[in-house]
């Protein structure tokens, strides 16, 4: 993986974080959902009128990915109404790399190094540390099957952009559909689980929600587009530092706790990037 390739996956981490701290902040987490994907696909059918329509080949890639993208923020959505943001998005984020890896070196050609395998084994022993609190803090365990349920999630359309982008080579064009579809499968899903509650938000709401949409647009169009440039399962990884920075924003702005554990993980963590840029 190149230099340029490294930090803007870096970059996408840090905007990865800061989104899913806004949705944190919601009184109402599937609105805050419903708000981000609205913002998804406006920004998605603004960029869509500037490139070709996808190839036929593209869009079993493009409907399984907005399918899978709905699970995920019905799950992630759910979690955060259980649980803290330095609790939960490590869960929600941390399984992710080691089925993406399982599955790269089962079904993937990409070439990978012994170092790069290392790291991404410690950055995911880091964020299996960094989960473990929910067991001994007395956190509430109903979390767990729904950040669980987001793992797999990201997992799954991690796996199928990466493929789903090289087949077209056009990322961001590939994002820009993604998202939109994803609006269109997600919506009436939030409606059928909440009712038109999930539609309720005041100006605050909407600008937070469009600024988080913004922000979570532009982390994985560089996410995707890294993902022709590099081994999936290794950007697949790497975005996953963007445990460190929502650990982080879970104590500054939420107040959340800090203690031995988050710090050995989140030292892990830093180890096992610094193992894939070797």
Not at 116 to 123: D, H, Q
Not at 136 to 157: D, M, Q, V
Not at 171 to 191: G, H, Q
Not at 222 to 246: D, H
Request: hydrophobic share 60%; glycine share 10%; net charge positive.
């Amino acid at each position: 993986m190149s230099l340029s390739v490294f930090l803007a996956v870096m970059l996408a981490a840090v905007l990865h974080a800061g989104w899913n701290a806004v949705v944190k902040t919601g009184l109402s987490k599937q609105t805050s959902m419903f708000l981000l994907s609205v913002g998804h696909a406006l920004i998605g059918l603004a960029i869509v009128p500037f490139f070709p329509a996808p190839p036929a080949e593209v869009w079993p890639w493009l409907l399984a990915s907005g399918l899978i993208h709905m699970a995920y923020q019905l799950f992630l959505a759910y979690a955060y109404e259980q649980g803290d943001l330095s609790r939960v998005y490590p869960i929600a984020r941390g399984a992710a790399p080691m089925i993406v890896l399982l599955v790269g070196i089962v079904a993937l050609s990409d070439p990978m190094t012994t170092a790069e395998i290392a790291g991404i084994v410690v950055l995911g022993f880091g964020i299996a540390l960094m989960a473990r609190g929910v067991f001994h803090n007395g956190e509430s365990r109903r979390l767990l099957p729904f950040a669980l349920g987001a793992a797999c999630a990201t997992a799954g359309y991690t796996l199928a952009d990466g493929l789903g982008a090289r087949v077209w080579g056009e990322p961001v064009a590939y994002v820009a559909w993604l998202m939109v579809l994803s609006a269109v499968f997600y919506t009436p899903a939030a409606l059928a689980l909440k009712g038109r509650a999930v539609l309720r938000a005041d100006g605050r709401a909407w600008a937070l929600g469009m600024g988080a949409a913004a922000a979570s647009f532009l982390a994985y169009a560089i996410a995707v587009w890294a993902m022709t440039q590099a081994p999936i399962p290794l950007v697949g990884a790497l975005r996953e530092t963007s445990i460190l920075f929502a650990v982080l924003l879970g104590w500054l702005v939420f107040g959340d706790r800090m203690d031995r554990g988050k710090i050995l993980a989140a030292a892990l963590i830093v180890t096992g990037v610094a193992l894939t840029r070797l």
